[in-house]
């Protein structure tokens, strides 16, 4: 994020904050207070239905990257860029019906650490915990920094004091609330987002037709247009695997799984995939806005909030400040839930204490969530800018665990040497590319080799898993 | 040097200033007037641009060459055509479902 003036004065910035921080720790301690057990802290009773499971599944997706970093991509990228940007709804639609398969073939399991431990053994299920241990925080550092420098460039609160609100704010309701307060305040600020993109995008259109912002980009950005533009046709298939490796991985997700009712899991994120497409082309299509509207853009990433607020004014500002946290909010939850549980169930119950009883498990959980949440905070508090591009190099590692998850939850003759060989391989492989070649080929690549190697000791594997096997998890 | 046809151009200036940018042979294009210390260009096709600043008084700065090479399209395609072929894989194997169940 480059430096730019800030478009609210830090008096607003601030009431906003608090306003919605005394919001969110209210609704948290409010839906905490019928957790009694591990399950019910972890997976809110395995009993979300379809409204709240498809809203908290789009509004964990809706990152600060997406109303940030998709305009940014429309305006590096084109048209091609904006579409590449929505291809991570895909694997929330592919996610749908592995959610119910996960639901039926582990009942009473609590992560997707679970599944690896029992479909593939304790060396794939290590790697996975590495692998996804890796991702998840360096997603958690580079919301919490994108919050901090957002919440500075929109209204001038200091970085340090706006990435720390917001991550007590995260942390004090999900250790108190759980799963269930993640979910519930999920629905709202889901609603809160879109609702505010609505705005936002029938706002930029009252003040510009679609036949000026092409005649704008036709003479001064052309390439943009151009349906082979290299750069832009190679990030489609490298984001849409990355976006597939995210999902398919991730405790996020499969603690969803394991959350919904029975039957609701596969309709709720085919929903949430539906809710989510638009949402790129909408904030994308605001940047490439900005030539027809005449607004100058300093830097790539500054591209959503100016235009907003030139279109908008004030109120403009406001309503981009108000996306911005509720977005980073909702993921931040998420994944301080989803990691900790996983933490909790994976390596405390697991490797230390497999007596633990629920109400223990619970308080771990809880203390583990306040423990990720000071560690993300004292890893962002230097404000090192190229931490946050770590998570790209996630991208060969989720992309080479895609292979694993799916053989292993639809063939009976998927193995551990298919599954570890293709992590490892696959990561590897990818990673060598990212550094010689490009980020924009390193999750392809990575999925494409991790992808060659399972096929082939399916083909070769002479065993034949019990699914029976999955139900174990309890 | 720019594969992808955009580049970030950042300067010093006391005072307000104009952006042009001209392509070979071809005259100046005004990109930007006012007082920011940056700009950020995009969609630029392949070949070698001039961008240069004008300040208040008409006074203008040596021009910056930036030249636009996109990367192969050749090999953009290839990779394009692998990323189908692994997509489609998941997907098929998540759509049929389980097999010898």
């Not at chain 1, 308080?363 to 190229?386: F, K, M, N, S």
Request: overall charge neutral; aromatic content about 10%.
């Amino acid at each position: 994020m480059t430096e730019a003036a800030a478009l609210l004065s830090p008096t607003v910035g601030w009431i906003l904050l608090a306003l919605f921080s005394v919001l969110w720790i209210g609704l948290g301690f409010y839906w905490g207070k019928r957790n009694k057990s591990f399950e019910d802290h972890a997976l809110a009773g395995r009993n979300i239905g379809l409204a709240l499971g498809a809203a908290t599944a789009a509004a964990s997706w809706i990152t600060s990257n997406t109303t940030m970093v998709a305009p940014q991509f429309a305006l590096q990228l084109g048209v091609w860029g904006m579409l590449a940007y929505t291809t991570a709804s895909i694997g929330l639609l592919l996610f749908a019906p592995m959610a119910g398969r996960i639901r039926a073939l582990m009942p009473a399991g609590y992560t997707s650490g679970d599944f690896f431990r029992l479909r593939y053994g304790r060396t794939a299920w290590g790697i996975f915990l590495i692998f996804t241990l890796f991702y998840s925080l360096t997603w958690l550092v580079s919301m919490a920094m994108a919050g901090g420098i957002l919440l500075n460039a929109l209204s001038g609160i200091s970085y340090v004091w706006g990435m720390t609100v917001i991550l007590a704010v995260c942390i004090l309701y999900t250790m108190r609330g759980g799963l269930a307060a993640v979910i519930g305040t999920d629905f709202i600020q889901c609603l809160i987002i879109i609702i505010g993109i609505v705005v936002v995008g029938v706002a930029v259109l009252a003040n510009v037709s679609v036949e000026d912002i092409h005649a704008n980009i036709s003479v001064e950005r052309p390439a943009l247009l151009d349906i082979l533009f290299p750069a832009a046709i190679m990030a489609i298939f490298n984001n849409l695997l990355f976006g597939l490796g995210e999902v398919f991985h991730n405790n996020v997700w499969w603690s969803r799984a394991f959350a919904f009712r029975e039957g609701v899991g596969g309709k709720a994120f085919a929903l949430s995939g539906l809710i989510w497409f638009p949402i790129p082309i909408a904030a994308g299509f605001i940047a490439l806005a900005s030539g027809a509207l005449n607004v100058p853009v300093p830097a790539s990433d500054m591209t959503g909030p100016l235009v907003v607020a030139t279109v908008l004014g004030e109120v403009g500002a406001l309503a981009i400040f108000i996306i911005v946290f509720c977005a980073l909010a909702s993921s931040i939850d998420s994944l301080l839930a989803a990691t900790s549980d996983l933490l909790t169930e994976d390596v405390y119950r697991r490797l230390f204490r497999p007596a633990a009883s629920p109400a223990t498990l619970k308080t771990v959980a809880q203390y583990v969530t306040l423990a990720l949440g000071v560690l993300t905070w004292a890893i962002c508090l230097p404000r090192i800018g190229t931490l946050a591009t770590v998570l790209f190099f996630a991208g060969p590692l989720v992309g080479a665990m895609i292979w694993p998850i799916i053989t292993g939850l639809y063939w009976r003759n998927a193995n551990t040497a298919g599954a570890v060989g293709g992590m490892l391989l696959g990561a590897g492989v990818g990673l060598v590319c990212y550094f010689a070649i490009g980020w924009y080929v390193a999750t392809l690549i990575a999925t494409a080799v991790s992808m060659a190697w399972v096929l082939v000791c399916a083909r070769l594997s002479k065993t034949r898993f019990d699914w029976a096997k999955l139900g174990e998890s309890s | 040097m720019s594969d992808a046809g955009n580049a970030q151009v950042a300067w010093r200036a006391d005072g307000p200033v104009r952006l042009v940018i001209a392509a070979a042979e071809a005259e100046e294009r005004t990109l930007y007037s006012g007082a920011a210390q940056s700009f950020f260009i995009s969609g630029l096709e392949d070949g070698d641009y001039r961008l240069r600043l004008y300040g208040e008084a008409g006074q203008a700065s040596e021009p910056l060459v930036l030249t636009v090479r996109h990367q192969s399209l050749t090999r953009a395609l290839l990779l394009v055509s692998l990323g189908a072929l692994v997509f489609l894989a998941i997907a098929t194997v998540i759509l049929r479902g389980a097999r010898d169940d």
